[in-house]
């Protein structure tokens, strides 16, 4: 569970958003060591510490708030583009277009100023990003996964699956709600951070993956391979949905992949 406090940040974060020393530079909070005993002062202190606290996580909010908003459309552009890409895992012709999807991840996930690699494998490659600027504070690893289903049968499409449509509100396309949409908005909450704030309130690791809609098992090798390097403290799974508009859920289970083949055989 991650406590609220722990995205407080302490007295030697640094200073309100907005104001000099925000971004990067750490500069205490100041106090009055005030009068009365120790533990007046202490108790005194604590209080203006929390205030201080609540007060610099409100602000950030805003600014982050804001920085979604101003690029909601840029945002919805960029989602759209990478749903366009048909990365079918389990289709070798569409080989490139895997490629390509995870190489506009990795590209976005620099731009958003992390650091951000290719991993080939075997099979499709993994996506793997970091930021680490905030020490002593908790590790999120974020998964995802760029891949998508075969779009076939076409039939019962009421609009082409590569190419996002709004109806009624909603997007529609292949991947657009597994899991590009999910993990693209893990990214954005980076990026809004990043660039609203100059920082993120926790440590945060994305890898990314293009063999989920097969069962790949290359994830599965280098994150047995790679335990130092993806530690963390809490693990978020993009692949998840919510119930409605404005309400999120959290999943605190998944199904896994069972392949079944029945053969029907019935009378004429
Ligand atoms: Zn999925």
Same mark, same amino acid.
């Given at each position: 569970?991650?406590? +609220? ?7 030697? +974060?640094?200073?309100?958003?907005? @104001? ?17 005993? &120790?533990? @007046?002062?202490?108790?005194? +202190? !604590? ?14 909010? %805003? ?36 490629? /390509? ?7 976005? #996930? &620099?731009?958003? $100023? ?7 494998? =075997? ?5 793997? &990003? ?12 974020? *998964?995802?996964? *760029?891949?998508? @289903?075969?779009?076939?049968? #076409?039939?019962? +499409? ?8 709004? /109806? ?12 590009? $949409? @999910? ?8 990026? &809004? ?18 063999? %989920?809609?097969?069962?790949?098992? !290359? ?7 790679? /335990? ?5 403290? *809490? ?6 949905? =919510? ?26």
């Amino acid at each position: 569970m991650l406590y +609220w406090g722990d995205l407080l940040p302490g007295p030697d +974060w640094g200073d309100l958003p907005g @104001q000099a020393g925000f971004a990067g530079e750490t500069r205490p909070f100041t106090q009055d060591p005030g009068s009365g005993n &120790a533990t @007046q002062r202490a108790t005194s +202190w !604590n209080l203006q510490n929390v205030w201080h606290s609540e007060r610099w996580l409100l602000m950030a909010l %805003e600014q982050v708030d804001a920085y979604l908003e101003k690029h909601r459309d840029h945002f919805e552009a960029q989602l759209k583009d990478l749903i366009r890409i048909p990365s079918v895992s389990a289709q070798p012709d569409h080989d490139p277009d895997t490629q /390509r999807a995870a190489t506009f991840v990795r590209d976005d #996930l &620099a731009a958003i $100023g992390l650091k951000a690699e290719l991993i080939s494998t =075997q099979r499709h490659p993994l996506v793997y &990003a970091e930021w680490l600027g905030a020490p002593g504070k908790p590790t999120l690893l974020v *998964y995802g996964h *760029y891949d998508v @289903q075969p779009p076939e049968p #076409l039939e019962p +499409w009421l609009s082409p699956p590569f190419e996002p449509t709004i /109806r009624d509100g909603n997007l529609y396309a292949r991947g657009a709600t597994d899991d590009k $949409g @999910q993990m693209f908005t893990h990214l954005k909450a980076a990026q &809004a951070w990043l660039k609203a704030t100059g920082s993120l309130p926790v440590n945060v690791k994305f890898l990314i993956e293009g063999e %989920e809609e097969i069962g790949g098992v !290359n994830l599965e090798t280098y994150v047995a391979e790679h /335990r130092d390097r993806l530690a963390c403290d *809490y693990a978020v799974i993009s692949d998840t949905s =919510q119930f409605a508009p404005g309400m999120p859920a959290i999943t605190y289970g998944l199904k896994g992949l069972a392949l079944d083949k029945k053969k029907l055989e019935a009378k004429k």
